[in-house]
Structure formats: structure tokens, C-alpha cells
């Protein structure tokens, strides 16, 4: 194919990329001393107000306005100027600018720096500081504070170059795919962009809804019951705003919200599972109280919320929400047999090469499941459906074999997707030498995961046994199509959250939940109404062509 040098060109880019991670270390209150006249403090957290540099002539002028910057910072109410062990920093950087212009005749104190006359004072209200010599561990030359934001420029500037050819890349393929000459490939290509989008932004609002919680300081049954509150608003809102739509409308909002829906969901089994993780087998009791929840759940929507819809409406998103957010459940139990400790998927943990494989290995068997299981469930599923529909909005004996037919198919779907997002991560970000929260990583794992995406898009397009008009065949392609657009989505959905949380940490917020919160509010201003006007009616259109 024409594009593929241009892939091994992209893959030889990142392949040379520097796999460390290069996050802004944070100076609580240390100093850098250098040999030639330059002087660096920066004292706590924030980037400009508790930061003061010298890079001036050795005079008394020079050395008290250096000195003026410490006493504000201090002042400032915002920087660490006296530790706990009662060292202070106003006088170890005086001291400092002793030693870096010890001509000029600084005299230093606890509270005030002089030079010839005039001086400094700042005034703390508490115990004087001894004058101790300065820790040399806190020092560091200028220059090489220099080379270190030359580093990290370059690191920046790098990661942005490489992300700007690997989502240049990734669009001119889109584009070529979607344009194919073989209508399946265009036609699967379509299905991927289709669960990309949505899977994106549901994971933006799992992620919003995740860290809500902790932003309240919600722990127990306190976030329990929060976190089903939430779910259980989602999915009443689901089924009233569909009900008050009708026909393709109904179809287009149901194809973007049922996943947040079940992204929602899959969070609040997590939160369950997150706060009774003492051992596996208690992780493992509350996956089976949490089973018994939906069901009541869904007898409780068809006995009461249904009355104010109407019958069977709704029950394709209660089914794919119950069945996803039991197979999320069901991954993370068995990641934690292999692995020994709980992970989670918005915070995974890393783990040994060897469970890395392992649960990569897992993935694969799920994969194998999960195709064996719709050759048994498609076929009995279409009967049972067939002659619910010929009841029109009554309920029949075969109704409730049905919807167990639905979650089944859900909880297939859904149970490779969750193990393959979280097995490949673990091989990416752990033990390709990248550091946790490294933008080279996350970009290698949505460049990786979107390959994968190709390459399954070339196989049930390509391969016999999956292009054919049969009902396991089109049923056995819906899933690894939709295995590789939510790998995609969730993989560009992660790069996106971690770069919001390592700015919030570098800029000193308190706690990222109201930046993404903004970040994902704005994107769903755009990308929802876009998505359901435009995008949809028109992957709707091209999926129906002959």
C-alpha cells in the first residue's frame, strides 16, 4: 500500500525518541547556587510567584534586588520559606548570594540582608532561624539548571513534533482507508471512526466522574453510593431524552450516550471493587452482589421507569450498559489474580514483565471466548429477537431470553476490549523504559493501538472466513472492529487525561478534577452536536451501502 514507508518512517521516529520522563521536578524550597555570578531559587510549588533568579553584575543594587524577590515570595503567603525543621530559607539564599558575590559585602540575618547601608528586611512573626551554613544537597550550578530546561524544552518541542506526524499519519490513512476501492474496508473504517468518537468522549466523562469523587473527598460507602447515584441519573437520562426522540434520531443519540452510559457504569463497578479490595476472593463476592444489583436494576426500569417510556424502549442500552460494566468488573478481578494487586483503569499500577505478558496472553484467550461464545449466542439471539418483534410492544414468554441474550453479547464484546486496553499499556508504558506519565509513552500506545485498529479493519475485510453474509461471520467482524476502535479511543482518550494531569501537577493545582471537567465539557460542546447532526447520519449512510 502507497502509505507504508510513511509508516516505517513514523515507527523509526518514535522508535529514537528518548523514553525517559522528563516531568518538572518540584523544589520545595531549594536553592541553586552556581560558580559564576547566577543565582536560582524557587521556593514550594509554583512556577512564577515563589521563583527568583540572579544573572546580574555582583553589586549591592543586584544582590537587594535578588534579595527584595525572596522577601515578596515570602510575603506572598504562597512559598515555603521556613521548614518545619526551623531552617530558613530567606537567609540560606542571602547566604548563597555571600557566596556568589563576596566582594560586595552582603551581610546576612535571619530576617534582614544589608549591603553598604541599605537592606532587606523581611518580617517573619515566629522563632529566629540559627544562621547555619548552607546545605550544599540544595545546590546545584546555573549552568546545569540551564542544561536542565534545555532538556526539557527539548523534550517538549520533541514530543509535540512526533505528535504532530503520528496524527498527520494516522489522518492521511484514515482517509485513504475511508476512500478504498474495497467498499468493506471502507465500510469497517467507518464502524472504527464511529467507535473511536464515542468511546473518547465517554471515557472523558469516566474519568470526570472518577476524580469528582475523590475532588470531594468521597471514600467508602459514601463514594459507593455516589458513584451509583451518578450511573443510575445517566441512565434514566438515557432512556427519557431517547423516548422523546423517534426514529434515526433516537438511533444517533442512543450510539453516542449508551456508551457513556456504560462507561459510567463500568466506574461505579470499579468504585465498588476499589474500596473492598482486601483480597481477591472479596473482590470476586462483590463482582456477584454487583451482578445482582443490575438485575434488580433492570427489573426495576421494566416494572416502573418503563411506564413512563414505553415497553422494550431502551432495553438495547440497558443491556450493552449491564454487559460492559460486568465485563470491566470481571477484567480488573482477574488482572488482580495474575498480578497480585488491584489496578484501576483510570490509575493502573505497574506490574512485572512477566504478568505483563501474562495478562496480554489473557487478552487473546477472552478474544478466543468471546468469538466462540457469539457463534453459540448470534443465532439463538436473532430467533428470540424475531418473534419478540412480531409482539410489537408487548411482552412475550422469550422476552427476559432475550435481554439475557443481550447482556451476554455485551459482556462478550466488552470482556477482550477491557483486558487488551489495560495488558497493552502495561507492555507500552512499563517495560519499553518510558516513565510513568510520559507523553512518549502514551503517544507510542495510541500510534500502536491505532495499527492494530488497521490491521483488524485488513482482516475481516480480507479474510474468508469473516467477509462472508452469514450471521457469525458479520457478528464475529462487529466485534473485532469494535475490539479495535475502542482500543483507539480509549488509547487517544488516555494521552489527552495524562497530559491534562501532568500540566495540572507542573502548574500547582490543587487537584485536576475542575480542569478536565472544563476540558471535557468544552469538547462535548463541540464534538456531541457534530456527532449527532453531521458525523453519524453520514457513517450511517455509508455503513447501508450495497
Known sequence: MQWCPLVFIVISVLSS???RH???Q???AHHLAVATPGLFVQLGQSASSCRCVFDDQCTCEGALRFMECVKNACNSGDCMCIESNGVNHFLESCQAMQGECSE?????GAQKSTCDAKGVAWNFQGKSAEIVKPDPRKYILHTKHKAKVKELNSYVHRAFAQGTVVTLVVLCMTIALVRSSNSIVAKHTWSIIDFVIVTFLALSWFVVVIHSLDYLKLTGWHAILAHMIVAVLFLFASEMISFRLSGESAAVF?????PMVMWTNAGFVETVQKNYQGSPWKVGAFFLVLALWYALLLVFFHLVVKKLTAKKKGDKAEDAMVGGALAGGFVLFSHLLVTGSYSPLEDRKSTSLYSAWMLNILGVAYLVISIAGLVFISPRAKTLREREESLGDQVGPTYWKLRLCGIADSFLQHLPRFSFIVSLAHIVCDHMGYAKGSIGAQLLLAFTSTMIGIFLIMLCAYLPLLNRNTIVAKDTS??????GGFMVGVAWSNMLDNSISMVTEGEGYAHPFEVKLAVTGFLTAFIFPVYYNHLKPIITERLAEK
Do not use: H, K
Not at 442512543?254 to 449508551?258: A, L, P
Open 22 to 24: 522528563n516531568a518538572t
Open 104 to 108: 560586595v559585602g552582603l551581610v546576612c
Open 17 to 19: 525518541a528518548d523514553a
Open 478 to 483: 462487529a466485534m473485532l472492529i469494535g475490539l
Open 26 to 28: 518540584s523544589l520545595r
Open 254 to 258: 442512543n450510539g453516542i450516550f449508551t
